[in-house]
């Protein structure tokens, strides 16, 4: 978005921890909601394929701490950071999902009035 299209926040009022949400689009999200769920599920391979290995006893090595659990964390660890690798995005979700918070609702209707409000005054002075 240029800054000429680009809102102004500070005479709109909008907080200014809940702006940066304007700035991500729905399909930003989604990616980044997509990335965060194959992270998860690469890593739940990780643990299953060390639960295999580990009572096959393909491998066998022991932690006092961890036991029986020592290879399919060992492995959990690793397919993670595989996937945190394959998968960067799913960290544009590190701060606190702003969806879920309910003055983002909020703010999503005064950021919206506040546009269609400016594209009004812009169509006004233009004419």
């Known amino acids: 978005m240029s800054e000429s299209k680009r809102p102004n ?5 909008i907080p ?6 304007a700035e991500v689009t729905d399909g930003e999200y989604r990616t980044a909601r997509l990335h ?4 998860f599920t690469i890593t739940g391979l990780g643990l299953l394929l060390g639960w ?3 009572n096959a006893n393909w491998i066998v090595v022991t932690i006092p ?5 020592t290879i ?7 397919f993670y950071l595989i996937a945190r690798y394959r ?15 309910p003055e983002y609702k909020r703010f999503k209707l005064a950021s919206d009035a ?5 594209k009004a005054n812009l169509e006004r002075s233009s004419e």
């Open 9 to 13: 926040f500070k005479v709109s009022g």
């Open 16 to 21: 200014a921890r809940l702006a940066p949400a």
């Open 36 to 39: 965060r769920a194959a992270i």
């Open 52 to 54: 295999v290995v580990d």
């Open 65 to 69: 701490i961890l036991n029986e659990l």
């Open 72 to 78: 399919p964390t060992i492995f959990g660890i690793v």
């Open 87 to 101: 998968f960067p995005k799913a960290s544009q979700l590190k701060s606190p999902r702003l969806r879920l918070y």
């Open 114 to 118: 506040f546009a269609k409000d400016a």
